[in-house]
């Protein structure tokens, strides 16, 4: 809720801006009004409330299907298939190897440990840095034509 309360004024002062400088300067063109419709604020805290709830459903219900005693024990984690793979391997003889210090491996192995979170986090930080580049590239466009 508290994000809705600050998202939502902060999208239309930044729309406002954005008309003002953007479409007025550079495409010449005067709005003929500023006002938001009452749907599009409607939608935007539909969005807010209902996406964070449907983003942890599946994370609860999976929650919900292990047994507290599983989720204590360290079953649950020799379960999960960690250190079967070939990268956890190349890691202990990495180890042996060149002495990796302690800490080192250990931050390592934690990220390793859930390889979809990792893939995700992956793909999350090369989309952001794909869509940085492309507006600082649209930008430098659009200072160069107009």
């Known amino acids: ?6 998202g939502i004024p902060l999208a239309l002062v930044t729309s406002r801006f954005l008309m003002e400088s953007l479409v007025q300067e550079l495409l010449n063109v005067m709005p003929d009004s500023y006002s ?4 599009l604020i409607a939608i935007q805290a539909a969005v807010g409330l209902l996406l964070p709830l449907l983003a942890g459903l599946a994370p609860v219900i999976k929650g919900t299907r292990v047994t507290t005693q599983k989720a204590l024990s360290e079953a649950g ?4 298939g960690y250190g079967q793979g070939w990268v956890e391997k190349l890691l202990d003889l990495a180890q042996r190897i060149a002495s990796i210090r302690r800490p080192l491996l250990l931050a390592l192995r934690n990220t390793l440990r859930h390889k979809g979170r990792l893939v995700q986090t992956l793909v999350v930080l090369v ?3 794909a869509l940085f580049v492309s507006v600082l590239s649209v930008r430098a466009s659009v200072d160069a034509t107009v």
């Not at 809720?1 to 600050?6: G, N, T, Y």
């Not at 984690?77 to 999960?80: F, I, Q, V």
């Open 77 to 80: 984690m020799e379960a999960s």
């Open 1 to 6: 809720l508290i994000a809705i309360a600050v």
């Open 127 to 129: 989309i952001g840095t």
């Open 36 to 39: 938001v419709p009452f749907s």
